[in-house]
């Protein structure tokens, strides 16, 4: 029976959002909790469960040469190990660090900067170790991770789907928010699975579970631009939450060699 | 006590009758009875359908300016209830809708069961379908009920609708219909159709429930009375002088551009210039968003997903829209087979325009200008096809 698999949730530089998504699912908590022996999970239980384990959670992203060492140890104990959030999935918000001095940052926002052992990026869990599986988002979205862990239960593929949050825009019927009042919006170059909350109360989608596959940016951003929006904003838009993801990174730094020309 | 100049017995299919104000109130009330009443309606800066209770709701007063990527709402006094055009949503959102149940299975020791379901909503009737969207009913009829393979939720739906169609007396620059034959004129099929007068109604039943309707409103001494041959004339003429102002339109400086498509031969043109390197520029535009298809009325791809809760005991098959544009929808073993943009930009025109024809004997296009309308990037078929069409084959 399916009750011994083991999971362990594991955190690095994040803010824990992601890991209280699981916290979130509420009612299916305990139903998850009948399949899986939640064996590792200091965010909600002192009990420390040692490894291996089935399937390994990992939230926030690498920032400390003692973190780069412990996701190696982390991925020898876990079977499956999956990525949640936009932190462990492309370096996070923090990962703008990658853009400045990290010297200057430590200087600046600590006493005895000398006390401070880290790295000078921020980057993503794949960056250092095989990933099995993505979740996206800022935070992850509890449907998704209800329907992942579902899917590893019963030993499936999970579905969670690479189209463009438009998507699901579309499915809930919300006025697109670009379309309607010209705001620029990321949700057709960013991945669904949030069910697009950010169009339905009449703001913009700012890309928090990271590239669509395809991800045309160069056009998105080009037709904004006709339409009136500064470069310095769309590269704000652009370098948030997902940064360090190839496809954004490549279109905030090409948009800010544009605007230096 | 008011005589009705002409006893109810009179009225007949196709007959036309005036309709003030307090009689449309008075049709949507008493629609509201035994139906879900659906109409256009003002919300996050477009109109869309949403559920109506009354004429209040309506859009008077509003007109929508359209172009590729851009849509705009501004009030002007001497717009009516009904001179917007067609907005993001469409019939297609009720009668397909984006998701559904449509079986789902409890395993009990061992034995899977199908669950019988709970019946249908109450019928719905929608206020204010233009002529392009009658006419993409008629093609999505063919596509879930004409092809052997009837669909059961469509028909369900699809055999209880009402329609009240209304007469365009505006066309927006993004509006094609005159190119497709779709429109601007209702054609039959709707059960009562509208046209916007100075302060009133023509209205024109269209079917045996549409007469049915406007036997019990009659009886509730609502003003409305026949129309006079010059009147049903007048109301006529607003199809027919729209209908010839589109053929006639010209670009403007300043003015979005107004659309037309050639349709001649285009099965035969499209198909000749599958290789065409126009394929590979839209790519550079396109985002592969999904918008087009998704607003498109005619268009019905859907996928089915298997549902299992946690226990696996438990599940549901989910019906959902799927489009042409995600890499899923030609993912089969060993990959896509439409993995590049320039692919399923070149599958969605030509299916639409062309494959269509050979497929359900009509067009896929009603020309009511959504796909360009809700293009992020405002790419716009009809100029694609004039691309196509205005230059040799490679
Ligand atoms: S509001 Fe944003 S996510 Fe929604 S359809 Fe428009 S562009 Fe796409
Ligand atoms: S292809 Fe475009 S214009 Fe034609 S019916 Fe679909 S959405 Fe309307
Ligand atoms: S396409 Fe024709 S029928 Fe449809 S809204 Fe425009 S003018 Fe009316
Ligand atoms: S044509 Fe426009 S709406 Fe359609 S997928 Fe491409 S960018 Fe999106």
């Known amino acids: 029976m399916a009750a011994h698999l083991r999971l362990g949730v594991f955190k690095f530089a994040s803010c824990d959002g992601c890991q209280l998504q699981l916290l979130d699912a509420q009612g299916k908590l305990l139903e998850i909790a009948r399949h899986l022996d939640i064996a590792h999970f200091p965010e909600a239980r002192s009990a420390v469960g040692e490894g291996p384990y089935d399937i390994g959670l990992v939230e926030g992203s690498i920032t400390t040469p003692a973190d780069a060492e412990r996701i190696q140890e982390i991925r020898r104990q876990c079977r499956y190990l999956v990525t949640i959030g936009a932190c462990a999935t492309s370096g996070g918000i923090q990962a703008l660090r990658n853009w400045g001095q990290i010297d200057s940052f430590v200087s600046a926002v600590y006493a005895t900067p000398a006390f401070i052992s880290t790295l000078a990026t921020s980057t993503p869990i794949a960056d250092h170790v095989p990933v099995d599986f993505e979740l996206r988002g800022c935070p992850i979205d509890v449907r998704q991770l209800v329907e992942l862990i579902t899917s590893f239960v019963l030993g499936r593929k999970p579905r969670v789907p690479s189209t463009s949050v438009c998507v699901e825009c579309k499915a809930r019927g919300t006025v697109c928010v670009a379309v309607a009042q010209g705001i620029p919006c990321l949700g057709p170059v960013t991945q669904a699975g949030c069910g697009a909350i950010c169009p339905a109360h009449g703001r913009e989608c700012f890309g928090c579970f990271g590239p669509s596959e395809p991800a045309n940016l160069v056009s998105l951003t080009g037709q904004y631009e006709r339409q009136g929006t500064p470069p310095e904003q769309l590269i704000r838009l652009t370098r948030s939450f997902n940064a360090q993801s190839p496809a954004f990174r490549a279109e905030s730094d090409r948009l800010e060699g544009a605007s230096h020309e | ?394």
């Open chain 2, 1 to 394: 006590m008011v005589v009705s100049p002409s006893p109810i017995s009179e009225r007949n299919i196709g007959d036309w009758l005036r309709l003030p104000p307090a009689g449309l109130q008075l049709l949507i009330e008493t629609l509201a009875e035994n139906h879900r009443v659906v109409g256009p309606q003002v919300a996050d800066g477009a109109v869309v359908y949403r559920d109506l209770r009354g004429i209040a709701e309506l859009p008077v007063g509003w007109l929508d300016e359209q172009d590729g990527g851009r849509y705009r709402l501004h009030q002007d006094p001497t717009a009516g209830f009904f001179d917007h055009v067609v907005g993001p949503h469409s019939l297609k959102n009720f009668l397909f809708p984006a998701r559904e149940t449509v079986a789902s299975f409890v395993r009990t020791d061992g034995e899977w069961v199908q669950q019988t379901h709970a019946p249908e909503d109450r019928p719905l009737a929608v206020i204010g379908v233009r002529a392009c969207d009658m006419a993409a009913l008629r093609i999505q009829d063919k596509v879930f009920l004409g092809s052997g393979h009837v669909d059961p939720g469509y028909q369900a739906r699809r055999q209880r609708l009402f329609t009240v169609a209304v007469n365009c007396r505006r066309a927006a620059a993004t509006c094609f219909c005159h190119s497709m034959a779709c429109g601007p004129a209702v054609e039959p099929g709707f059960d009562l159709a509208l046209t916007e007068r100075d302060g009133w109604f023509a209205c024109q039943i269209g079917s045996p429930a549409g007469h049915a309707l406007i036997q019990r409103l009659a009886t509730a001494d609502a003003g409305i009375v026949s129309c006079t041959v010059e009147e049903v004339d007048a109301a006529k003429q607003v199809s027919i002088d729209l209908e010839a102002s589109m053929h006639a339109r010209q670009p403007e400086a300043g003015a979005p551009r107004p659309r037309s498509l050639d349709t001649h031969g285009i099965r035969d043109l499209l198909y000749a210039q599958m290789e065409h390197p126009r394929w590979e520029e839209v790519a550079t535009r396109c985002l592969s968003c999904t918008n087009c298809t998704l607003v498109c009325p005619t268009c019905f791809c859907s996928s089915v997903t298997e549902v299992a809760d946690l226990s696996g005991d438990h599940v549901e098959r989910e019906r959902h829209w799927a489009s042409c544009f995600t890499l899923d929808h030609a993912r089969m073993h060993g990959g896509s087979v439409r993995s590049s943009t320039a692919s399923r930009y070149r599958q969605w025109v030509t299916h639409k325009l062309a494959g269509w024809i050979d497929q359900f004997d009509s067009s896929g296009c009603t020309g009511c200008g959504r796909c360009i309308t809700w293009c992020p990037v405002g790419i716009d078929l009809t100029e694609e096809v004039a691309a196509l069409r205005h230059s040799d084959p490679p």
